[in-house]
């Protein structure tokens, strides 16, 4: 295993993240991409070392590189933030979705450092692995350069109709994660990108 692979795995459990599969879930990534990263297979690029320091509430210096080491890795106090639910989105098809009232009061609790965020409510079973229909999706709007693999959510730049989907290239394509047959959706138009989905909410 490598220092990074080992200090990544030393942050996750202090900050409380059980296994390698639930702190992939909040990062809104895949499980395996993750597990490569952690144990050693892939070594993670600067920016996604900042990214996962950001959600350990590490130093990204010691992370990278083992300098600036914290004093003692302890359950780590994160800042809470809550980010509104403003709306709903297909995991499915493109369909338009209407915002919900200003004033609704329907908030959700997520554990990052990140201002630049919404959450919506997912209609539709086409991503299912990863987001049950009825979750809550928190999206950073920050956050839009596409990255394949990733997951984020659509909008065609012509009309309001949106998606929630896997990004993937060469060729582009929108693609479902699901237990379900669904199509996966080759845009023939211009699609805007509202931001990556980060976290995921649902019951057990």
């Not at 952690?38 to 350990?56: M, S, V, W």
């Not at 080491?69 to 980010?83: F, M, R, S, W």
């Amino acid at each position: 295993m490598s220092q990074v692979a080992e200090r990544l795995r030393q942050a996750r459990e202090a900050a409380g993240y059980t296994s390698a599969a639930a702190f992939a879930r909040a990062m809104g990534m895949l499980d395996a991409t993750y597990r490569h990263h952690e144990n050693g297979q892939r070594t993670p690029g600067p920016e996604q070392i900042r990214d996962y320091a950001k959600k350990l509430n590490v130093p990204y210096l010691w992370l990278l590189t083992g300098e600036s080491n914290p004093k003692e890795l302890g359950p780590v106090q994160t800042q809470i933030h809550h980010a509104p639910i403003i709306s709903w989105v297909e995991a499915g098809q493109w369909t338009a979705s209407d915002t919900m009232p200003a004033g609704s009061g329907d908030v959700v609790i997520v554990s990052h450092m990140r201002s630049t965020v919404f959450a919506l409510r997912v209609h539709g079973n086409s991503m299912d692995r990863i987001a049950p229909e009825e979750s809550v999706i928190v999206v950073d709007y920050g956050d839009r350069d596409l990255i394949d693999g990733r997951y984020y959510v659509f909008r065609l730049s012509n009309g309001g109709e949106a998606t929630f989907k896997r990004y993937r290239a060469n060729p582009t394509r929108l693609e479902p994660d699901s237990t379900h047959p669904h199509e996966t959706i080759f845009p023939d138009e211009t699609v805007e990108v509202i931001g990556r989905v980060i976290q995921v909410i649902k019951e057990i």
